[in-house]
Structure formats: structure tokens, C-alpha cells
């Protein structure tokens, strides 16, 4: 069973309009949750960490952690062609450990 | 300005050759890791090592070493033993409770 797992799209969403993309965890002890963007050839950059059950909201993204569900997701609101990227979830584990999952393409259609 | 330095960005092994990889960090972070990301993969975890003089092998270690000698420096090595080194390298660090961030990569390829 993998650690992480993400819906791995590609997902397609129109510029302006809202994309979802979700993540489940199977360590119920995992604390810390993570959401990175990568472009094509370059590396993972951070953009949402989540710790809390709930929504945690920054600019045009939101995080939501429900824990009992074990889910993340992350939402892009208003999207831009800017945000046409793989998104990858990551998980701290026990140990100080990352599992990531294989990610999610999403691609922003002007 | 704080972060994580890899090098070289581009490497080019030979049949039969060690490389190593460099990775540097002035983020005083103690957790530093190795990830190997092949097109269209996620991440997987080569070495990762906690403390200085200290390291774990990841799910992938085979054919590659590391040393921790210093706590900013974490240089994988990869050995002629990994027959299928073709892949983008990636360095990151943590500190306590703190998300892990990465480094610009190495793109490793076969002569």
C-alpha cells in the first residue's frame, strides 16, 4: 500500500475557474502535510503546509486537512496559466520521514 | 541569502565511474535527504541522514553512498554499481517541525 496517493489527472481546468486536487495518507500518525509545485524540469517548490484539521487559506490557495479521513486536498481559486505545474502532496511521517506522492498535472487552458 | 546549493546541475557518467553529487545548505538545518525523481515519477528516497555522522538508507540505496561529515554538506555518491543512474537528483533539508525544501537538482545521464 502506498504511503501517499494522489488522483494523477492530468487534470484540466479553464483560466479563472477552480481546481481541486486531493491526496490520501494511510500513517494515522503523520502530523505535518505538505503541497509542493513542481515545473517540468525543475524542482519541488513549496507553496501550502497544513498541520491542523481544517482550512488553511494563503492568497489564491487553500489547504484543507481532515484527519480522521486521513485527506488533503488543495484548491486554486481564480486559476491561472501560471499555475499549469504537477502538484505533489507530502506527508511527514514518524522519524522525520517525507513520503510524497506521484502527483497530479494540472493544466490551466486560457 | 539561505538555501540549498546542488552541483553540478548537469553530470555525465561513464561506464564504470563514481560520481558524487554535491549538496550544501546554510539553512542550519539538521535532516538532510536524497531523493532520485525519474520523468512523469514521484519522489523516491535515496539517503537521508538526521545528524551529522549519521544516515539511513532510504527505499533505493542500492549502488549509492553518502557521507554526513558536516552538517551542512551531504554529497551522494553514485556508484558504478547502479546500473540505471539516468535520473534528476534532489537535494533537501529540514529543521525541526519545519517543511522540507529542495535544492535546484542534478540531471545525472550515461555516456
Not at chain 1, 501517499?4 to 492530468?10: A, F, I, K, L, M
Not at chain 1, 524542482?43 to 486537512?65: C, V, W
Request: charged share 20%; hydrophobic share 30%.
Amino acid at each position: 500500500q502506498k504511503e501517499v496517493e494522489q488522483n494523477s489527472g492530468p487534470l484540466s481546468v479553464p483560466e479563472g475557474a477552480i481546481a481541486s486536487l486531493n491526496c490520501t495518507y494511510s500513517d494515522r500518525g503523520s502530523q505535518s502535510f505538505f503541497w509542493y509545485r513542481q515545473y517540468s524540469g525543475k524542482s519541488p517548490e513549496l507553496i501550502m503546509f497544513i498541520y491542523s484539521n481544517g482550512d488553511k487559506e494563503d492568497g489564491r490557495f487553500t489547504a484543507q486537512l481532515n484527519k480522521a479521513s486521513q485527506y488533503v486536498s488543495l484548491l486554486i481559486r481564480d486559476s491561472q496559466p501560471s499555475d499549469s505545474a504537477t502538484y505533489l502532496c507530502a506527508v511527514r511521517a514518524t522519524g522525520n520521514q517525507f513520503y510524497f506522492g506521484t502527483g497530479t498535472s494540472l493544466t490551466v487552458i486560457p | 541569502d539561505g538555501g540549498i546549493t546542488q552541483s553540478p546541475k548537469y553530470l555525465f557518467r561513464k561506464e564504470g565511474q563514481n560520481v558524487t553529487l554535491s549538496c550544501e545548505q546554510n539553512l542550519n538545518h539538521d535532516a538532510m535527504y536524497w531523493y532520485r525523481q525519474d520523468p512523469g515519477q514521484g519522489l523516491r528516497l535515496i539517503y537521508y541522514s538526521q545528524i551529522v555522522n549519521d544516515f539511513q538508507k532510504g527505499d533505493i540505496a542500492e549502488g549509492y553512498s553518502v557521507s554526513r561529515e558536516k552538517k551542512e554538506s551531504f554529497p551522494l555518491t553514485v556508484t558504478s554499481a547502479q546500473k540505471n543512474p539516468t535520473a534528476f537528483y534532489l537535494c533537501a533539508s529540514t529543521g525541526w517541525n519545519q517543511p522540507q525544501h529542495f535544492g535546484d537538482g542534478t540531471r545525472l545521464s550515461i555516456l
